[in-house]
């Protein structure tokens, strides 16, 4: 799904008027639509509910959603932020319409002082917000602005018309700076805007944020930015394997890491990349580990294949495994191969990792230890890159610092700029992992992944997510973007399950292993044709989960 700026978004609704003829009052009519059915299905306790409009078409979405909301038995009370006497095109139209509702107050709000004469609305069940959407431009003020503290003032949670009032359409960060409105659902049309898949839209991050299709025809959405959402490469997902398919059919990955000395080690990681790969349905996986660790990674699955690495005095891997024969048997059959997890960093394990990529041409993802020792040899990731070589780099904001020769708050000030511009100049594919993960592709194209919660900021959240990401690319080596997207878009879905039935405080990072079932059957989209960019349908959640496990 492709993301359009405000500046798109507005052409998408002109083209779609101008050239396939559907009104902009029936965009607005099926706006209203799709809002008051969504609001009934989720928040089905609301029998009072208040509109916040303001006076431009996003409060004409309002004025009929209320209409429609009321003409259903709700008792609705409408604060028009302003005098009618402004209003113009589609939104006049929908305040005309709304006179002749039923059980519907109406009332104008001409002063700041106005807003606490309505201090009972203030108490309803349900208040939507549809005083400023997709063509504010920053600052608040004025009305809207004592709107913002009214709202403050209530408990009733808040559904939002295309953004919370404050967000600018535009904005690729994380959290605004500037007063907004709080959310806890929020609904738009068409098409995502970037804030809508960068920005933390809603009080908590599980709290829907959907997509709610209108009349706009694909060739209408025509966009230059660059931003995709990574959801929709889970369509990969969803295709049923073939009846005479054998494992040979969807790859062999190759994990190499871990150590294992006196002096402590990592085998763990290797194990949980190892997990993630098989789990993500590779046909095969082998872990190549530093044999003071065999033990405990042969102990841990019976189907986990193993490869014993010469270790050097640290328990890590040593450059005495690169010689001609043996990467040779090391590396034969191999589809994809993960490099790093808990691979340590000497000397010896350096020379290890450079050799191995140097000796090798299959897919790689390389992550961890294997990126900082990466990084410290400047045009190595071009080297390894020029003869089309699929290079996949999955680091956190402190390696990306080191990778780009930068800081870390420069990266985390600037996440979208700083990737897109790393992928297209190495030619590698980037996962820049934290909130709203980032996959940004050597021809400049980047998506953001919507999934995840806190609860998997825990050690060995990476090491799970580079073995998806392997165990996915092995499958789909010939649409490696999509492979990608679609891995971190599972990981992070993998997890939100989790915690939606425990807590994400106590989440390990392996208990969303268990979930991949769930996750690979999930749809984003409904059958309404609601696509959920953040939060969980209820035919998704708790009430389809109950049903499994009556079942």
């Given amino acids: 799904m492709r993301v359009l700026s405000a500046a798109e ?19 607005m009519r099926s706006a209203a639509a799709a809002v008051a059915a969504f609001a009934r299905e989720q928040f089905p306790f609301a029998k009072r509910v208040t509109v916040l409009c303001g006076r431009g078409n996003n409060g004409g979405d309002g004025m009929m959603t209320a209409r429609l909301l009321a003409d259903a038995g709700l008792e609705v009370t409408v604060l028009l932020l302003g005098s009618p006497d402004g209003l113009k095109g589609d939104a006049a139209n929908a305040w005309r319409e709304l006179q002749s509702a039923r059980n519907c107050r109406r009332e ?9 004469q309505y201090a009972d609305a203030r108490t309803a069940d349900l208040i939507v917000d549809a005083v400023l959407g997709t063509g504010f431009k920053p600052p608040l003020k004025g009305l809207a602005l004592a709107a913002l503290e009214w709202v403050k003032g209530s408990s009733a949670p808040v559904l939002a018309i295309d953004l919370p009032t404050g967000w600018p359409a ?3 960060q994380g959290r605004s700076d500037a007063p907004v409105f709080p959310a806890n659902a929020v609904i738009t049309f068409t098409a995502p805007k970037p804030a809508h898949v960068f920005g933390e839209l809603t009080r908590r991050w599980d709290q829907p944020v959907v997509v709610a299709p209108i009349g706009s025809p694909d060739e209408a959405m025509i966009s230059e930015v660059g931003i995709e959402w990574a959801g929709s490469s889970q369509r990969l997902l969803h295709s049923p394997r073939k009846a005479d398919a054998n494992k040979g059919n969807f790859g062999h990955v190759l994990v190499v890491g871990g150590s294992f000395g006196s002096a402590g080690g990592k085998a763990g990681a290797p ?12 046909g ?6 530093p044999a003071p660790a065999l033990s405990v990674i042969s102990s841990f699955a019976p189907e986990l294949m193993t490869w014993p690495l010469k270790a050097n005095d640290l328990g890590q891997a040593s450059p005495e495994n690169l010689t001609q024969d043996n990467l040779a048997a090391l590396t034969k059959g191999i589809t994809v191969m993960a490099l790093g997890p808990g691979l340590g960093q000497s000397d010896d394990t350096a020379k290890f990792c450079v050799g191995l990529l140097e000796g090798t041409s299959m897919p790689v993802v390389i992550d961890a230890d294997a990126l900082n020792i990466i990084s410290a040899i400047q045009g190595k990731l071009s080297e390894l890159t020029k003869n089309g070589r699929t290079v996949v780099l999955t680091p956190h904001p402190g390696e990306m610092g080191r990778l780009a020769g930068v800081s870390t708050s420069d990266v985390q000030s600037d996440r979208l700029n700083i990737a897109r511009r790393f992928a297209v100049e190495n030619r590698v594919t980037l996962v820049l992992k934290g909130s709203r993960t980032l996959i940004a ?8 992944n919507t999934t995840g919660n806190p609860g998997m900021a825990k050690g060995g959240s990476g090491d799970v997510l580079v073995g998806v990401i392997a165990g996915l690319l092995a499958q789909y080596k010939e649409d490696p ?7 971190v878009f599972l990981h992070g879905l993998a997890a939100d399950l989790v915690v939606r039935a425990m807590d994400e405080h106590t989440l390990l990072a392996t208990d969303s292993l268990a979930q991949f079932s769930r996750a690979f059957r999930f749809r984003s989209r409904t059958e309404n044709g609601y696509v959920w960019l953040q939060g969980m349908p209820a035919e998704n959640s708790a009430a389809k989960r109950s049903r499994e496990e009556a079942e």
């Fill in 481 to 487: 973007a999509h492979a990608v997207e679609a891995a």
């Fill in 108 to 116: 104008l709000i001409g002063t700041e002082a106005d807003l606490s």
């Fill in 441 to 448: 592709l050597s021809d400049g194209r980047v998506a953001v």
């Fill in 284 to 289: 095969l996986v082998t872990a190549a580990v």
């Fill in 271 to 282: 194990i949980m990349a190892s997990m993630a790969a098989m789990r993500a349905g590779a």
């Fill in 170 to 172: 535009d904005s690729t």
């Fill in 9 to 27: 978004m507005q052409a998408c609704d002109r083209l779609t008027t101008e050239r396939f003829g559907v009104s902009s009052m029936q965009l």
